[in-house]
């Protein structure tokens, strides 16, 4: 079992940036991050595989947002800038055993972390 622990949502303006963190309780090779906005299907925005070389972003966050990994602490990092009020939701951890790491399989993951909320201001 792989405990799951995000921080680092609030609020920001438009324009504005905000950095996500999931901890993870032990290593898992992929380790991605998706938001939850009401009325939507939860979208995945961003992974990246167990050695940190190989990432996916969704269209809709393609060169604002960027996935990062500390292999050593376990725990992957979501830098958002160019923040849009579109880009605000819950947003989940997820992390699993799953290979290759590409946005075609981050439904195969099985850890979620408890979310944490971003919220966007126009």
């Known amino acids: 079992q792989v405990q799951l622990a995000e921080s680092g949502g609030g609020s920001a303006q438009a324009g504005g940036s905000l950095r996500l963190s999931c901890g993870a309780s032990t290593d898992t090779w992929c380790m991605a991050w998706f938001r939850q906005v009401p009325g939507k299907e939860r979208e995945g925005v961003a992974a990246?595989?167990?050695?940190?070389?190989?990432?996916y972003y969704s269209d809709s966050v393609k060169g604002r947002f960027t996935i990062s990994r500390d292999v050593a602490k376990n725990t992957a990092y979501l830098e958002m800038t160019g923040l849009k009020p579109d880009d605000a939701g819950l947003y989940y951890c997820?992390?699993?055993?799953?290979?290759?790491?590409?946005?075609?399989?981050?439904?195969?993951?099985?850890?979620w972390g408890q979310g944490t909320k971003v919220t966007v201001s126009s």
């Open positions: 997820a992390a699993g055993a799953v290979r290759p790491c590409l946005g075609s399989t981050l439904n195969r993951l099985n850890y």
């Open positions: 990246i595989n167990g050695r940190g070389d190989s990432t």
